[in-house]
């Protein structure tokens, strides 16, 4: 059986790891290109690609499938050159960008009746960036997320779920417009909210030297997010900027009813305002899958002292029970803190619950 000759052009984070899932087909040559020959060197001797090729087009000439997995202006710059090419043969063609509609609307220009495009968006990353950081498990219980395009039939989408089949991500596909919301609403505004509060809390601290210290807790969690990439934030806060607008003169409108409750000392609407917040944000774990994966939390009572948090994990891991995410929320020396583990089921989080409480913990669940 003949190869398939895949192209990965852009070998960082997104790029690396989607190379290093594709490595798990056995009838595939990963072919790859970067502007940063360090990154190409990394990728080779680190079996991420099996070859390089000398440039974009050399790369698209040889390839069955080409994965697009640079910024959102690249990616365009690379569409606009797919339509000049030559090609005897049909190429499928799938993006990473976070922002769909900038990409969309290049790809549906195109002329060139031998490309089909699908546009694609794992919603996965890491606070680490360049191939140095790219895992094969980047993906796993993570939205990998299609939007058909131009000549793209449901065979393509399946190709692409097929192959990527080794990332253990949940595939779905929606249209453009509500990509770019409903990443605009969960992913990319709570970013520029989370600097926002950053600022704030930076505007005062000339008046309290001491408020970074007591910058714990909630204002940690709440901001954690600001602490991204900023290139990439800032990229993708342009490419989205009509929604951005749109959120923000919301969130503007928000915050100012906000503002004359308290104002106005509505005791009681401020306290219907806080309890339909609770409501909303403790029904978010919901059962059915939607674009952005639920996780079910267990807080466990732990003690600051050495093997402790070895301890709770190696009694999950006995049951096989899978743990998706773990947080500290609070440990202060001589005093027990809160452990946050994140299951990717109701059943799990249960089961852990059960276990530790057995094994004598404080066990609470959201």
């Known amino acids: 059986m003949e ?26 040559k990963i072919i790859g290109f970067d502007g940063n020959d360090k990154a190409i060197d990394y990728s080779l001797q680190n079996n991420i690609i099996n070859q390089k090729a ?5 790369g698209v000439l040889q390839a069955d499938i080409v994965f697009l ?43 060139n009746q031998q490309i089909v495009f ?28 299609f939007i058909p395009g131009i000549h793209a039939k449901e065979k393509h989408i399946s190709m692409l779920e097929q192959l990527l089949n080794s990332t253990k991500s949940y595939f779905v596909t929606v249209d453009v417009e ?15 909210i989370a600097s926002a509060l950053v600022h704030q809390a930076r505007s005062w601290h000339s008046t309290h030297p001491f408020l970074h210290e007591l910058a714990a807790g909630g204002f940690r969690d709440i901001t954690r997010i ?10 993708i806060f342009f490419q989205n900027r009509d929604t951005m607008i749109s959120l923000l003169t919301d969130w503007i409108h928000e915050m100012n009813h906000l503002k004359s409750l308290v104002e106005t000392l509505e005791h009681d609407e401020l306290h219907t305002y806080l309890e339909q917040a609770k409501q909303y944000r403790d029904g978010l774990p919901v059962k059915q899958k939607g674009a952005i994966p639920s996780f079910y939390d267990v807080y466990v009572d732990i003690h600051d002292q050495p093997g402790a948090l070895s301890e709770v994990t190696h009694i999950v891991a006995q049951e096989t029970i899978s743990i998706v995410n773990i947080q500290i929320l609070e440990i202060r020396e001589g005093i027990t803190g809160a452990l ?17 409480k057995s094994n004598g913990y404080e066990v609470t669940i959201e």
């Open 3 to 28: 190869q398939t000759k895949i192209f990965v052009v852009g070998l960082g984070l997104i790029g690396g790891s989607i190379a290093l899932n594709l490595q798990n087909n056995s009838n595939v």
């Open 54 to 58: 000398n440039s974009f087009e050399d």
């Open 69 to 111: 997995a640079t910024p959102t202006s690249i990616t365009r710059s690379y569409i606009q050159k797919l339509d000049d090419m030559e090609l005897n043969k049909e190429v499928l063609v799938t993006d990473v960008c976070s922002v769909k509609k900038p990409v969309m609307d290049m790809a549906q220009s195109l002329t």
């Open 118 to 145: 699908v546009g694609g968006h794992p919603m996965a990353g890491s606070h680490k960036n360049g191939i140095e950081a790219a895992k094969a498990h980047l993906f796993e219980n993570a939205y990998y997320l």
């Open 178 to 192: 509500a990509h770019d919301q409903m990443t605009g609403v969960i992913s990319h505004f709570p970013h520029l």
């Open 226 to 235: 600001a602490s991204s990439h900023p290139k990439m934030w800032n990229d």
């Open 340 to 356: 946050r583990l994140s299951f990717q089921t109701e059943k799990d989080q249960k089961r852990a619950k059960t276990l530790l």
